[in-house]
């Protein structure tokens, strides 16, 4: 009897689950199943202070709150944006956004006295995959999240690597060639610069340049360039298009062999963005991991595509920080209780 | 009086350390300060049967513990070989050893019922420097350990990086160049064959060959070229010389640039090998390492030397294994007693 009712409990607890973006921020509650009750957008509005943002961000969740049915309990706060560090709970120098500094854990705990926990985004979408999507049950693992830029997050022995500053798992600013492309960063070369969907219009430049192969692509400017069109191109035989996917493939591999060499991960999971374009990405990634790979982790890597929807990923994601650190929590506490009992 | 008298059986505590090497192994007794008691050498002969191996080391333990003045109660053994994989407790396929496959748990046990840990040299080393040496109190930092070879030990989050498979930590076979040099692995351009002590004498001959600098090394034929005669030629002020340690340490930064990136690491310490050439490998080491670095770890990573004698360095990191795996249980079982006590 007091089992259901504690399951009657822990039915209605949810999570505010917030993933700040660029131009909009997505909030939502998410259950301790990983399943997303409410969701709502608001602009992000970063040329306006942030604390006027976190006003906006309260109001909205409370107006949210109202359209579940259910009674909730809050259990706690995660947040996803970028450059947001799990240890000192501020946003610092975000790209895209102007605010210069946020102290995230200050601003929200104007409204709530709860657990807060921040990270970025792909670190919140590894531990998103780890307790509700594809990796539930794995230790190792890597998350690379493919869209305007990449991210990546890093578990190992069943915890998101931080590392020293909170900054690990930078995969997208490892380096392809030293004298290649110019990044965003200020240096030239980074991964990023190839495998994210712009680094594939970049190719696509790149190959119209260097190659006479007839293509649609080549009506399309360069603005106009988008990786949905260099898709639907390929899915037509486009061989410039196919091209594209082979090139950014191989390279995409052949980083991911250093990754492996350094993690031994059981598997690398692609999130979002050119994660769509499935086996045009995957295969040639594929073959160029297995060709790079160092000996003994050959034939043991799986590459898999995300778990998580694309719509609700990166909020259940960002929930996905408060469950992990409840769970953890909880682990103690019933190991307390167990060790309490036996010891009476 | 009951807890002098349990610090004084602590005092007599060893660990029993092995380091299996190509040509020779290494045994010492380890206390739980790190303090090597006595060691001992004996050819390793794997032409030989494993299982011959094992009755002579025991053998050679058995003597060795009589060295020792005090009486010593053994508390597990730790053994460093290559290939030796943590969570199987065997040797596969060990590089420059014939023996193909080693159960060292079941050869182990033929002669001790105690606990026992294997893993490769250089995750040995990194428990080593994190329980004895100068990573104290770090929880994520890795260990480069150079020599024939390059070897590496990642922590992060306090703990060894073993990986799915127990082979994480492969830096040695990241890749610099995919048109480079010819490694022993059967690829090219692994980190390897440039920034190891072979690798280093191969840029003397590279430069030999694309410069005109003229230099004692062109003296000295290729079969004799040692990274020791190329370092006492740079203390000289062989220019030659000094530009192969510029180039490695250029390499090896960019490649590091990489490892941080995936890490954030407070700390990437040298062991070994060409350690010993200070400030003319580490200062291209750095300076290329700050260079290529993300913005967000510039000035933050610490190069370090190993805190750990080059003589002893490897025994005492095999007897670390034992002592860290013990630290872990001690805590359980100290916390289970204080919640024991706090529940009474």
Redesign the interface.
């Known amino acids: 009897m007091l089992f259901s009712k504690r399951e009657n409990i822990l039915r209605n607890e949810v999570a505010i689950a917030v993933v700040i973006g660029g131009l909009n921020t997505s909030l939502g509650y998410v259950d301790r199943k990983g399943r997303c009750l409410a969701r709502a957008t608001i602009p992000t509005n970063a040329h306006q202070p942030a604390e006027l943002f976190f006003e906006r961000l309260y109001a909205a969740a409370k107006t949210l709150l109202d359209t579940i049915c259910e009674k909730c309990d809050i259990v706690g706060i995660g947040l996803s944006a970028p450059?947001a560090n799990y240890y000192t709970g501020t946003i610092d120098y975000p790209p895209n956004l102007s605010w210069e500094y946020v102290d995230v854990f200050a601003e929200i705990n104007r409204f709530y006295h709860l657990p807060i926990a921040i990270t970025n985004n792909a670190n919140a979408v590894a531990l998103g995959e780890k307790l509700f999507g594809i990796a539930q049950g794995m230790?190792?693992f890597i998350v690379i999240t493919l869209g305007a830029g990449i991210g990546s997050g890093?578990v190992?022995?069943g915890?998101v690597?931080?590392?020293?500053?909170?900054?690990?798992?930078?995969?997208g600013?490892?380096?392809v060639d030293?004298h290649g492309r110019e990044c965003g960063?200020?240096?030239r070369g980074?991964l990023e610069t190839y495998a994210s969907d712009i680094g594939i219009c970049r190719t696509v430049q790149e190959l119209m340049c260097d190659t006479n192969e007839p293509s649609d692509l080549r009506f399309v400017s360069s603005e106009d360039l988008t990786l949905r069109i260099i898709y639907e191109a390929a899915l037509r035989g486009d061989r410039l298009a196919l091209k594209a996917f082979e090139y950014t493939g191989n390279i995409l591999g052949?980083k991911l062999?250093?990754?492996v060499?350094?993690?031994?991960?059981?598997a690398v999971i692609f999130y979002g963005g050119s994660a769509m374009a499935e086996d045009l990405l995957f295969r040639p990634t594929k073959q160029s991991l297995e060709e790079?790979l160092?000996?003994?982790?050959k034939n043991?890597v799986k590459l898999m595509a995300s778990g998580l929807s694309e719509e609700t990923g990166a909020i259940i994601g960002a929930g996905a920080l408060i469950w992990n650190d409840l769970q953890k929590e909880r682990y103690m506490d019933k190991s307390?209780q167990h060790?309490?009992i036996l010891?009476?």
Do not use: Q
Not at 161 to 171: H, Q, T
Not at 261 to 266: G, K, M, Q, R, T
Not at 294 to 297: L, N, P, S, T, W
């Open positions: 450059n230790k190792n890093i190992a022995n915890e690597i931080y590392g020293e500053d909170g900054n690990a798992g930078e995969l600013h490892t380096i030293l960063c200020g240096r980074c052949l062999a250093d990754s060499a350094h993690l031994s991960p059981e790079h160092f000996g003994v982790f043991k307390h060790r309490k010891s009476e």
